[in-house]
């Protein structure tokens, strides 16, 4: 149970911080991302929390 929650939240930083350091190319249009940008860092943030014992 617990690896299988680590892999996981594993996973989701991975791609939270691929969406935050993507290549221009890969990025999304500018209106949505600076939504997205404004939590961004509290997910990760929050993420990191859920997963420190």
């Given at each position: ?5 680590n892999?996981a ?14 290549a ?10 600076q ?9 990760i ?9």
């Amino acid at each position: 149970m617990r690896e299988t929650q680590n892999a996981a939240l594993t996973a989701e930083i991975a791609r939270l911080k691929r969406l935050q350091f993507a290549a221009r190319t890969k990025r999304m249009d500018p209106d949505p991302r600076q939504l997205f940008e404004q939590t961004l860092a509290a997910d990760i943030a929050a993420v990191e929390r859920s997963w420190r014992p």
